[in-house]
């Protein structure tokens, strides 16, 4: 179901959202997005906090502190060699 909601451009070109299309959708204050250009459409696209994904998405994989430190290590090797 879509909704449409109108607002004005404001100074400096701010567009303020609704608190509750805020709360509806999960947005905060600082949180990044990307902005897409299709025709005359401004797409939003909301990129989630990671911590705050990490939080609330069903878990998929297990990992030790130890494993996770393993691939961190081997990742920045890689990186840097």
Do not use: C, H
């Not at 494993?67 to 990186?79: A, K, V």
């Amino acid at each position: 179901m879509s909704q449409i909601i109108t607002s004005r451009v404001g100074k400096k070109g701010a567009i303020y959202l609704p608190k509750e299309l805020m709360r509806k959708m999960g947005i905060n204050e600082g949180d990044k997005v990307v902005m897409k250009i299709e025709g005359n459409k401004l797409i939003l696209e909301f990129i989630p906090d990671p911590l705050s994904l990490a939080l609330t998405i069903r878990k998929w994989a297990k990992t030790t502190v130890k494993e996770f430190e393993y691939e961190s290590e081997e990742e920045q090797n890689e990186l840097y060699n």
